[in-house]
């Protein structure tokens, strides 16, 4: 009778133990990470862009950088950097957002007005695109 007693306390404590790590694990996972106001935050990452580059970048939007980075790491993020135009939309999870700068790359909208030479023109477009108007 006793041995029941203390195996049930056991049985209880690991219970517990193990909520307390699943919600741990899923509140790193699902619960709202993003840091500004707007409904929506345009990302850029360049092409060649590290894992640190993409962190500085993401820095004043995300509110843990601590689990974006266990995320990341869970999720491979950082030996598969896509760069491009992203948006992370407000309330977005760091899965979401992982998500997001994976494979949510948008089109860029390129605006240029009369140009008088093609090299202005070049140099106009560069501005708003990763190409160098030399290259």
């Known amino acids: 009778m006793y041995i029941k007693k203390i195996l049930l306390a056991i049985a209880l404590m690991g ?16 619960s709202p990470n993003t840091a500004f ?9 360049k092409t060649g862009a590290r ?3 993409v962190r500085e970048e993401l820095k004043p939007l995300v ?3 601590e689990s974006f980075d266990a995320v990341a790491n869970r999720k491979e993020y950082m030996n598969n950097i896509t760069p491009g135009h992203f948006i992370i939309k407000n309330g ?3 899965n979401e957002i992982i998500n997001a700068i994976r494979s949510g790359n ?5 605006s240029f007005n009369n140009q008088e030479r ?16 030399l290259a």
């Not at 106001?37 to 990452?45: E, R």
């Not at 093609?118 to 108007?133: H, K, M, P, T």
């Open 92 to 94: 977005s999870n760091n």
């Open 63 to 65: 509110k843990d950088l």
């Open 15 to 30: 219970l517990v133990g193990a909520g307390i790590f699943a919600y741990h694990i899923y509140s790193t996972l699902f």
């Open 37 to 45: 106001n707007n409904d929506v935050a345009h990302v850029f990452i």
């Open 51 to 53: 894992y640190g580059d």
């Open 106 to 110: 948008i089109p860029i909208k390129i």
């Open 118 to 133: 093609v090299e202005n023109l070049a140099g106009r477009i560069a501005e708003q695109l990763e190409v160098d108007s």
